[in-house]
């Protein structure tokens, strides 16, 4: 079990710096409490810590990243105690840069069945591949809410 974070799109430090404060928060951990935030991460960095979080009870924000694949492979579950803005889980946005070919690519969430609450809100994402063909409605436990994708 680890501390989450609840800083949303701000950063402290650099790229190296972010990096090195997510490897040594979820190093080895299997649930999040709290919010998993994954921002401004370059794209040479090595991510397969993150392989073994299998339960998140916040939410997840995903946003302003430049690497190919996200090793969330083993996450099961959203709890959605806590919200981004207020009403979504999954919060996936920006992930490419403008000027290379660098870019989020795969969620790698394939393990992913349930978001206990809260929404899911997945955009500008220049090469996201396969987040359409997902059936967010199955996962999400809340029907009243429609997944932005």
Request: aromatic letters at 8%; charged letters at 15%.
């Amino acid at each position: 079990v680890c501390a989450g974070t609840l800083n949303g799109l701000s950063v402290t430090g650099d790229a190296q710096h972010q990096y090195q404060t997510l490897h040594k928060m979820y190093n080895n951990c299997e649930i999040v409490m709290g919010n998993l935030e994954i921002v401004l991460i370059d794209h040479t960095q090595d991510l397969s810590f993150l392989q073994t979080i299998r339960e998140v009870t916040g939410y997840i924000l995903i946003a302003m990243n430049v690497f190919a694949a996200l090793p969330l492979q083993n996450l099961r579950v959203i709890r959605g105690t806590q919200f981004y803005e207020d009403r979504f889980a999954l919060f996936v946005l920006l992930n490419y840069n403008p000027n290379a070919t660098h870019a989020l690519r795969q969620l790698g969430l394939n393990q992913l069945t349930e978001i206990l609450a809260g929404g899911v809100y997945i955009e500008k994402n220049a090469q996201l591949c396969h987040v359409d063909t997902v059936e967010w409605r199955d996962i999400m436990r809340d029907t009243r809410l429609e997944p932005l994708v």
